[in-house]
Structures are given as structure tokens and as C-alpha cells.
């Protein structure tokens, strides 16, 4: 079980939360222009990392505000918690096999 | 020449005090190459092996598996077994893998426990109602058994059950396949291993695969920490570890892997002899032969590799259990776990080609893909054989994320098997 720490109400159980999936898919800035391979990409292609994941959360049943966590997927240790719109955190991006 | 099982042999071998049964398999070291290497030992990876070596005459292969065979999600698993899916593609697949089912005991020569016991699949609401009917509908129309059945006809089915209109989660009827059931999970890894080894196939485990040797997008073999091995086609089927497969190879999948969660209680006498699923309330339940009810729960929300799942989906699946079946309300829990499963946006698996030539992959099945892994083994042999889809298969290619023609399970699918 998460103990998640929102940046705005404190940590708080993951039962609070809802879930973005991955982090940093910007919106295509040019819609009409993109082909069907490219939709796929924006769509439904996800990293799925096994390792440390980049990922959205939402306080549901708090702030009701979105930021992003950078997430063991393994160990499930979260290891940042950042603003939307704020650049990477500085970690390694480990990947497991 | 593998030695058969039957009522003389087990009467031979009582004699020795079960100390002399031959192994099952053999145990080889990988060769430095062969035709096919298949990537996984679940119920799939070997499924494809045996079908690969009986239906196309394909022996060259190996199956490496990172661990024990088995030992993923076909161990794991609640081991539903039904086919009344909602699409035609779907229907199509999953029934052929139903139909090979029935017969795959003797086939095998193994004991699989095939049980056709039943799949009640139950509506707590008005809107769960039209779209049960709506299936059992469609499942008519593509030769399926599937009928309705009202709250008494439930309640003189399943006595267990409240059907009561002011619990909690009110049954206001419910679809039932007769033909579905349940099977031994490990007993389809075993079977399919020992048929598959007898025909020639080497099974490799505790042999992860850390990577794929590719050159001018065509695969050459694999990496794996027994050394290279070199293979003219390579198969994946990982379930849970598919996007990891992938990117190694250099390609994207639309793959989710999160852990859906199973229990089993303590063993009581014969209580509950169908299974009971509800899609709405994330759980599903069926007694085995040694009396434990088996109980399926729900998935985690968020990306996980972690064979384990969350405290929160066990708490609201026992909740939803003991609404059900307040009978079962002291029951203790012997064993929880999880499993990996690699669910798709459209609750369908991916069967087929991927952008690398030589390179397939099986995968996608989620929460619902031991039921199908006869069927699946077979279309996939055919795949890598002919290095084209099967016509069973051809809807569920990769590419349909790019085309747009999704097959959208969520209903027959969900979390529910
Ligand atoms: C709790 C639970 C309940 C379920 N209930 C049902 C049900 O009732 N009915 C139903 O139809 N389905 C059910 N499922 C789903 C079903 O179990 C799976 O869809 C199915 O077993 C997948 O089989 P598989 O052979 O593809 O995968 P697995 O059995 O997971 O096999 C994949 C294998 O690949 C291996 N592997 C991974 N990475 C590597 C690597 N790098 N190198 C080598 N090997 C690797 C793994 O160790 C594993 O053994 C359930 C799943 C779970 C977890
Ligand atoms: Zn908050």
C-alpha cells in the first residue's frame, strides 16, 4: 500500500489518489498534421517501465490537484514528487529487465 | 520416447513406493542455436512449443523461461475457463481454445482437471442487465452457450449466495455458460512442457533473457544469461514483462503490467460447485477439490512489477465477497499473491508480428489469458510457422493501434475473467 506524499496536502493513502499513468506525453502541439502511426504513439503507447517510472497522480479525494511522481515500480519507493510542468527530477531513470 | 501415464502405470509405480517415475522432462543445456526460441515458460510459451513441433514439425525450438516453469501468471491464476466474449473476433478465439480444452486430457496424456462446472456471471444493477443480455445475445449468435438466469434460479444453483433485493449488492440475474468451468493451473504448464519436450523441444529455465541481437531489422537470437543463442525466429511471450521485451528490441507497446491479486481460503467441505464472477464489484470465486475457495480480486491501479498487489483491492474484494456470501464471512485466508498481467487498452491480447522481421510476440492477454492458452499456443505456432497470422489471430496484430480497429472487451472482460 502507498503512502503518497502530496505536495499540497501532505502523505496520504493511495486509496485517496487517482492514477495518470506516465508522466511527460505532451499534447501534440500540431493535431491535424499528425499521421495514424503518430496517434498511435500519443495514444496508446506507454514506456510500462519496469524501474523507476515517471507517472501522474491525482488527489482525488483531496486537493483534487495533479503532480507527478517518479516511482519505483519494483520496490514501489517513491523517490520524488514534482509539480506538473516541472522539468525531470534528476534521478537515475533505472531500468530492470 | 515419453513414458504414458495410465491406470498400469500408477499401479507399476505404487509398487516402488512412487520412487521410480522418470522425470517429466529433460533438463538441456542450450545448444548454440535453433529454429525458434521462444521467450517465456507459462501455459503460452509452451502451448506454442508443442503446437509448433505436432502441427508444423517444427523441433528445433527452445523454450527459456527466467525462472521455473509455470511460475508467472499461469501459476497464479484463478483458472476460469469460458469463451462468451462479446465481439465475433473474440468469440472466434477464445471458443477455439475452449473446444481444444475438452479433449486436452487425453491429448496430453496428462490430467489438465478440466471441470466444465459452469460460469455464472452475475448483473447487480439495470444497466449490468442490458449488457449481459446484450452478450448472451451476441454469444448465441456466434455459437456459444450462454443463457440467463433469474435470482431464483440463481439462488437454487448457487444456496450460498444472498440474492436478497435490499443487500448490499442486490443479483438481478445473471448469464451462465455451461461449458466453462475451471482446470488445475500447473498441470496446463506440465502438460504442454512434458508433450513438448517428448516431441524434441529443449525447456531452459532459470535463463533470463537480458536482450535480442538484431541486425538490419532482423532478430539473430538472444542474449540471456546462459550466453547468446542464436534463433531464425524468436518468440515472445512474457505476459507481465512484454514492454520490457520490447524496448530491449527497440519497438513500443500500448501494454499497462499492473498485479491482479488472488486468495484462497482454508479447505471446508463442498459448499459452491459453478463459479461466481461479478465484473461490477471485482470479484470472483470457485471452490476447489480440495476444498479452499478460490478467490479472485481486483487489479492495482498504477504500473507495478511487484508480485504482491495492494492492501486496498484485497479489503474491498473480501468486503464485496462477504456481501455475497455471508456464509463465508469467517472464513480465514490461507494465501494471497499476485501476478503481473499486461493489460491492453481494449481489454484484448496482441497476437502476431512486430516491426522486427523473425520477431513475434503473444502478450496482452491481462487479467483473463489461461482459459485461452490452448487456442493461443495454436494460432501462434501457426503465426511464427508461417510467419503470417491465422485468421483467428490476424485481428488481435499490433498494428490495430495505428489502424484503430480496436477489439473492445472491457465488458466480457474487465477485471473478471
Ligand atoms: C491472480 C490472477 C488471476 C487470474 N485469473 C485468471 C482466470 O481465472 N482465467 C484466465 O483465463 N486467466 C486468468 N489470469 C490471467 C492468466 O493467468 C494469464 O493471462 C496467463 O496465464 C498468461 O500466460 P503466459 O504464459 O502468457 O504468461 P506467464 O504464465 O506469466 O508466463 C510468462 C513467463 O515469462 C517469463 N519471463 C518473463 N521475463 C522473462 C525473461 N526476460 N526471460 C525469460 N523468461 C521471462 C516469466 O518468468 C513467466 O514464467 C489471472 C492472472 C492472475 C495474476
Ligand atoms: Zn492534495
Known sequence: ?97 | MMARYSIFSLARNALSYHQDWPAAWRDPAPKPSYQVVIIGGGGHGLATAYYLAKEHGITDVAVIERGWLGGGNTGRNTTVVRSNYLWDESAALYDFALKIWEGLSQELNFNVMFSQRGVVNLAHNQHDLRELSRRINANRLNGVDSEFLTPAEIKRMIPIIDVRAGGRYPVLGASLQRRGGTARHDALAWGYARAADARGVDIIQECPVEGFRIENGRVLGVETAKGFIGAAKVAIAVAGHSSVMATLAGFRMPVTSVPLQALVSEPVKPALDTVVMSNAIHAYISQSDKGEFVIGAGADKYVGYGQRGSLPVTEETLAAVCELFPSLRRMRMMRQWGGIVDTCPDASPILGKTPIDGLYINCGWGTGGFKSTPGAGWVYAYTIAKDEPHELNAPFSLDRFRTGYLVDEHGAAAVAH
Not at chain 1, 499513468?21 to 498511435?40: C, F
Not at chain 1, 496508446?44 to 503532480?67: D, I, P, Y
Request: some cysteine; hydrophobic content about 35%.
Open chain 1, 1 to 97: 500500500m502507498l503512502l503518497i506524499p502530496c505536495p499540497y496536502c501532505g502523505p496520504r493513502s493511495e486509496e485517496e489518489f487517482s492514477y495518470g499513468n506516465e508522466a511527460h506525453i505532451p499534447r501534440p502541439k500540431q493535431p491535424d498534421k499528425l499521421d495514424d502511426a503518430e496517434w498511435a504513439e500519443y495514444v496508446f503507447m506507454r514506456s510500462n517501465t519496469k524501474g523507476v517510472f515517471l507517472e501522474r497522480w491525482m488527489h482525488a479525494q483531496g486537493c483534487r490537484r495533479w503532480f507527478n511522481v517518479a516511482r519505483d515500480t519494483v520496490s514501489y519507493e517513491i523517490l520524488a514528487v514534482y509539480e506538473i510542468g516541472a522539468p525531470r527530477p534528476e534521478l537515475e531513470l533505472r531500468r530492470d529487465v
